[in-house]
T-cell receptor, first 115, second 115 residues
Framework: DAKTTQPPSMDCAEGRAANLPCNHS???????VYWYRQIHSQGPQYIIH???NNETNEMASLIITEDRKSSTLILPHATLRDTAVYYC????????????????FGKGTHLIIQP | IAGITQAPTSQILAAGRRMTLRCTQD?????MYWYRQDLGLGLRLIHY???????GKGEVPDGYSVSRANTDDFPLTLASAVPSQTSVYFC??????????????FGPGTRLTVL
């Protein structure tokens, strides 16, 4: 799986949009971009994933650049409960299922929502 | 819907003792995983199972064993615990492995301290 680079920490005011960047310049054609987050002392939580088109769900939006070398996770109206570590993970598709398909977590971005 | 449950929530264990961490999912997912999370190292895959009856080694399997007798349960055993196995352990599951749709869902974790 391709490596990702994220800023170690970010602040955002409550009620504003939080934009979390991720660089994945070595991404290959069959790799998806996944975002998870981990609130303190809890297990990681899936947020969203995409291949090349922008995606939106009830939690967030994912914007992937045309060259797919970077992406941005957008939390449209951040709340205090969104304070967490956010992980951007690039993951290959179409594995045979006979190998280890665990996620490779980097250090993520610690997003702090300020009241 | 419980999702994934883990037991115990936390445990203090003497070095050399045997310990089994339990993980149960009620989503009928085929694939299950065990990760450990240590400060500064992120989550690392210990063992995985693509389907009932099969298991495989992840990034850090030494000192751990797993079994997958049925779809729902995936226990992790430390045969003879050592202090370096002090960590937070997360179990996860996904509908399939090796597919772009295999979003992983995580349990609440077990905090293990080996003295």
């Amino acid at each position: 799986d391709a490596k990702t680079t994220q800023p170690p920490s970010m602040d955002c005011a409550e009620g504003r949009a939080a934009n979390l960047p991720c660089n994945h310049s070595t991404i290959s054609g069959n790799e998806y971009v996944y975002w998870y987050r981990q609130i303190h002392s809890q297990g990681p939580q899936y947020i969203i994933h995409g291949l090349k088109n922008n995606e939106t769900n009830e939690m967030a939006s994912l914007i992937i650049t045309e060259d797919r070398k970077s992406s941005t996770l957008i939390l449209p109206h951040a709340t205090l409960r969104d304070t967490a570590v956010y992980y951007c993970i690039v993951r290959a598709v179409g594995l045979s299922g006979g190998g280890a398909d665990g996620l490779t977590f980097g250090k993520g971005t610690h997003l702090i929502i300020q009241p | 819907i419980a999702g994934i449950t883990q037991a115990p929530t936390s445990q203090i264990l003497a070095a050399g003792r045997r310990m089994t961490l339990r993980c149960t999912q009620d989503m009928r997912h085929n694939a299950m995983y065990w990760y450990r999370q240590d400060l500064g190292l992120g989550l690392r895959l210990i063992h995985y199972s693509n389907t009932a009856g099969t298991t495989g080694k992840g990034e850090v399997p030494d000192g751990y064993s797993v079994s997958r007798a049925n779809t729902d349960d995936f226990p992790l055993t430390l045969a003879s615990a050592v202090p370096s196995q002090t960590s937070v352990y997360f179990c996860a599951s996904s509908e399939t492995s090796g597919s772009y749709t295999d979003t992983q869902y995580f349990g609440p974790g077990t905090r293990l301290t080996v003295l």
